[in-house]
């Protein structure tokens, strides 16, 4: 079954514009996923809407409501959502170009696939396309996404473009507030010497087909063994601090080990290995 669009509207560069959709570039369906289920019954728990005065009520009669004090809302329906009239409700306007890496990595959010339309908009999307491609930079614009004002930043990848949501500057947390309490520690050079000789040592391509979620696969053995009756048990042990005293001697097993066959020349790809997702980039 195809995939169904996120978003659709136009993609604008200046005056060039052509028909496009979104599609979510990520999918989390092989994730474990869980119900509540009342053991009395085995039955499926249904979370109803209630009024404590008046008891159930129907979702479809619920407004949402903005609190601008204790217990005191601001009502709106569907109707005041749709006085809300934006530019960008239905366009993507591209209003500048920057450099890959001027855009901080922490404000890199979801991605998604851009596609033209099929009839004559694909050939204004090339030229957009290419034009971006020839100039090797990165698109900013933004768009009503989920009810809400976005800025995105647009990628060339292939045929296609890949557009990533971007995180406000508000919602970034200041990095000083966190790391400017951490002491201030002159490594000793010898233990740094022989962790970058570890590091050397470790080097690979970078391949996301091997990432694994143990706690997932865990979970997923378990719903296996409850099928069969079994009691399904994972452990997974915390690893140990690291004891600064023997901190030397932990990095020469450590190298010791890797120098004894670990480091291996990357795998060659198949020849019809899909490409990786491209990692995003910043300063």
């Known amino acids: 079954m195809a995939a169904r669009p996120t978003w659709q509207g136009h993609l604008k560069l200046s005056l060039v514009t052509c028909p496009v959709a979104l599609y979510t570039a990520t999918s989390s369906s092989s994730h474990v996923s869980f119900h509540l289920i009342n053991p009395e019954t085995n039955n499926r728990i249904r979370m109803v809407p209630t009024d404590p005065d008046t008891g159930p009520v129907e979702r479809s009669d619920l407004v949402k409501g903005y609190e601008v004090s204790k217990d005191e809302y601001v009502l709106f ?7 809300v009239k934006l530019e960008s409700t239905r366009t993507i306007d591209i209003g500048q ?5 001027d855009i901080d990595r922490l404000y890199w959010d979801s991605p998604f696939y851009v596609v033209p339309e099929k009839g004559v908009g694909t050939e ?3 030229v957009i396309r290419d034009s971006m491609k020839a100039a090797g930079k990165i698109a900013i614009g933004c768009l009503v996404l989920r009810n809400r004002e976005r800025q995105i930043a647009l990628e060339v990848r292939g045929k296609g473009l890949v557009a990533y949501t971007l995180r406000p500057h508000e919602e970034v947390r200041d990095a ?9 520690v002159k490594a000793d050079k010898d233990m740094v010497d022989i962790a970058t000789r570890i590091i050397a040592q ?34 997974a042990p915390e690893p140990d601090d690291t004891n600064v005293v023997d901190l030397m001697a932990a990095l020469r097993a450590s190298l010791k080990g890797s120098a004894g066959g670990e480091r291996k020349a990357p795998a060659k790809k198949a020849a019809a290995k899909k490409k990786a997702p491209a990692k995003k980039k910043a300063a």
Request: charged share 50%; aromatic share 14%; no cysteine.
């Open 77 to 83: 329906d569907d109707e005041d959502f749709d006085k």
């Open 124 to 126: 204004a999307f090339a």
């Open 176 to 184: 000083a507030d966190f790391f400017d309490d951490i002491p201030t």
């Open 97 to 101: 170009f920057v450099d890959e890496d």
């Open 202 to 235: 470790k080097e690979a391509e970078f391949d996301p087909s091997e990432f694994r979620d143990r706690y997932d696969e865990a979970l997923k053995e378990m719903v296996k063994a409850k099928q069969k009756g079994g009691k399904g048990l994972v452990e």
